[in-house]
């Protein structure tokens, strides 16, 4: 009976807690209203994760309720843009992958002279922070969870181990770039950054970090890999003995349409300036077109890779927590805890980095990134006119961004999708638990290692 009653009185408990720091602060009543429906949606999925959408939902109701948000404005928080990305891109690479394009890619990887578990959960772990860098951390982490879950699936070992461990240097290699991530490109945008900056500036901060993060994964999951070493030894002897999977037309079909749409995502920004397009609209639409491609050719399976395929669980959670983190934005909220952090720095500007980077590592650990950015731009923006040097402020948002989702759960889109795939496909179940203890321990690593570079690195002080 204990186990019962022991979250829900959690939940309690911080929610009063809560509305007592409100009412300190001197919020009014709608702002502690928003304040409390916002932390029982957060606070209860953490707390509940099956029961996610329900919070979600009834979350959501309450702000309407309590009129802080109509219907037009929560269909513009809700980032659909995000949710069509994800669509398309979800029934792509469910046609790459029922074309066994993965399986010939494992089974080749695994019959390599020498590989051993610790060089193949590097290669995992690099591959998804090369692939977020070059695609963006939500594409790289629906083709890697397919192959994570077939490779774990030919090896007999437990998934959740290496989806945690690759979706944490997926979400740090988003910052590599500026396709990397969707705050990479609001922030370039804003801060008038080009490419070239970001593989001056942000790369080599990200492979510092991407390094000593897989050092401490591998100690971190040491014993998972020595387990990993031991079926792989026993599985090697049984892929000698057969032959290789062929690849078939379906499969060159599969990898061409999957190429041209990975290609096209990568030079998006181009493109549209090509073809005068508004910024980003390509982005959403190529994997929308090429999803209709896919669709075409395989239209006898339309229906299973519409109502299987793609994730709904995980979208529809998408969609009420962008829309209550817009709604949390527009109260004004957000703009109340920048202007505090502002204050705290006291004028220095190597405090205020260091500040900055944390308050936005940590709000992005529970809060849509993109909100969190969205919040610190006008704050800094409105230092240009200080003493106060800004250009490594910018710096200090996108890696605060990148690397604090990987504290929790819901940190990062690519958290989410990852988690929803894992149950989806397998019926697995990651605890709250067993995500924070390693992703605190990466996340706080990645902030000193950030701000330390930040500090040190010539290019930062120019």
């Known amino acids: ?21 409100c ?24 707390l509940f994760w099956n029961l996610r959408l329900s919070f979600m939902f009834i979350g959501s109701a309450l702000l309407f309720l309590g009129g802080n948000v109509d219907l037009e404005h929560f269909i513009r928080y809700a980032s659909f843009d995000v949710i069509l990305f ?24 695994m019959r390599l002279p020498g590989m051993s578990g610790c060089f193949l959960f590097i290669i995992i772990l690099c591959t998804g922070a090369l692939l977020s860098a070059l695609m963006g951390e939500i594409a790289s982490t629906l083709i890697l969870i397919a ?28 910052a590599a770039t500026l396709l990397g ?29 991407l390094a000593i993060t897989v050092a401490v994964l591998i100690v971190w999951f040491r014993k998972y890999i020595h387990d990993m070493s031991e079926k792989l030894s026993k599985q090697r002897s049984y892929l000698d003995s057969i032959p290789m999977i ?12 999957f ?85 705290l720095a006291g004028g220095s500007s ?22 969190v950015v969205a919040t610190f731009i006008p704050l800094v923006k409105g230092m240009s006119s200080t003493a106060i040097q800004t250009g490594p402020l910018w710096w200090c948002i996108l890696f605060g961004a990148c690397i604090g989702g990987n504290i929790t759960m819901i940190g990062s889109a690519a958290n989410i999708v990852a988690i929803g795939l894992l149950e989806k496909e397998k019926q697995i179940t990651i605890s709250f638990m067993k995500w924070l203890w390693v992703g605190l321990l990466t996340g706080i690593i990645g902030f000193v290692v950030s701000y330390g570079a930040v500090l040190l690195l010539p290019v930062f002080r120019s």
Request: net charge negative; glycine share 8%; charged share 10%.
């Open 181 to 209: 991530n969707p705050v990479g490109v609001l922030i370039a945008l804003r801060a008038n950054l080009s490419f070239v900056d970001f593989l001056t500036h942000a790369l080599p901060v990200t492979l510092i970090v």
């Open 1 to 21: 009976m204990g186990k019962y009653v022991l979250k829900p009185a959690i939940l309690g408990g911080l929610l009063v807690l809560i509305f007592s720091l």
């Open 147 to 174: 192959i994570i879950i077939e490779m774990t699936d030919q090896l007999e070992i437990d998934p959740v181990p290496l989806v945690i461990a690759s979706v944490i240097t997926t979400n740090i290699g988003s």
């Open 350 to 371: 190597h405090l205020l980095q260091g500040i900055t980077l944390i308050a936005t590592g940590l709000l992005s650990s529970i809060l849509d990134n993109t909100v």
């Open 259 to 343: 190429g041209l749409t990975i290609s096209a995502i990568s030079i998006h920004t181009l493109l549209e300036k090509w073809l005068h397009v508004t910024d980003n609209n390509l982005l959403i639409m190529i994997p929308i077109c090429a999803a209709g491609v896919v669709i075409a050719l395989r239209r006898d399976q339309v229906h299973r890779y519409i109502e299987n395929e793609v994730e709904w669980t995980s979208l529809l959670f998408f969609i009420f927590l962008f829309a209550e983190t817009g709604v949390l934005q527009a109260s004004g909220l957000a703009d109340r805890v920048g202007q505090g952090i502002i204050h």
């Open 23 to 46: 009412s300190l602060a001197g919020l009014d009543g709608s702002h502690i209203w928003v304040t409390l429906v916002f932390s029982g949606s957060i606070l209860g999925t953490l």
């Open 86 to 109: 994800l669509i398309g891109m979800m029934i792509v690479i469910a046609m790459v992958k029922n074309s066994g394009v993965f399986h010939f890619a494992l089974q080749y990887l």
């Open 246 to 257: 062929e690849i078939n037309r379906d499969s060159v079909v599969s990898l061409i349409v």
